[in-house]
T-cell receptor, first 112, second 113 residues
């Protein structure tokens, strides 16, 4: 079963607001990935993180690999309507080899 | 983007019939994965492949089999479909180490009546 707790499960925000979501685990991860999924499509990779403490940006998106290696957050600044979708975190456990563990997703809704 | 296509994109079938879903990639990625996505369960790994003819089970492998005879193709077979296998199925690929990023296909929506 899932070992990643992703929160919040859903968010309804006003256009222009900043958004923050996070994933936590009781286990140590070597890699953290953040994906976005639009309706009817597959998840698309947004940001990949490989080192504890790493902070990486992709346009208006910023993600960090927690120092403890057990958490990660994603921030979206100045949200726009096309940010609507489901955001997933995913991580590779230290001894998981080729497999990823996925969070349950955060559904983001943006009001124009 | 790993140039991943899935076929069919939609399928409706009846309980007890065999179903095969195909994943095709053009980037020569070594690893390929099959997931199912269901409300309340997120993405769950069914099977994966780490090379031609090399496959292993994931979290929810019961009722599914896979085959990989070529690098570019990974097939998922439901030998006798059941209603509990109604889901959206995603294929993903990953290049060789050290990168762990998986890239996803567009998905196949399967309905078993």
């Amino acid at each position: 079963g899932q070992q990643l707790n992703q929160s919040p499960q859903s968010m309804f925000i006003q256009e222009g607001e900043d958004v923050s979501m996070n994933c936590t685990s009781s286990s140590i991860f070597n890699t953290w990935l953040w994906y976005k999924q639009d309706p009817g499509e597959g998840p698309v990779l947004l940001i990949a993180l490989y080192k504890a403490g790493e902070l990486t940006s992709n346009g208006r998106l910023t993600a960090q690999f927690g120092i403890t290696r057990k958490d990660s957050f994603l921030n979206i600044s100045a949200s726009i309507p096309s940010d609507v979708g489901i955001y997933f975190c995913a991580g590779q456990l230290r001894n998981a080899g080729n497999m990823l563990t996925f969070g349950g997703g955060t559904r983001l809704m943006v009001k124009p | 983007d790993a140039g991943i296509t899935q076929s069919p994109r939609h399928k409706v079938t009846e309980t007890g019939t065999p179903v095969t879903l195909r994943c095709h990639q053009t980037e020569n990625h070594r690893y390929m994965y099959w997931y199912r996505q269901d409300p309340g369960h997120g993405l769950r790994l069914i099977h994966y492949s780490y090379g031609v003819k090399d496959t292993d089970k994931g979290e929810v492998s019961d009722g599914y089999s896979v085959s990989r005879s070529k690098t570019e193709d990974f097939l998922l077979t439901l030998e006798s479909a059941t209603s509990s296998q109604t889901s959206v199925y995603f294929c993903a690929t990953r290049h060789f180490v050290p990168h762990n990023e998986q890239f996803f296909g567009p998905g196949t929506r399967l309905t078993v009546l």
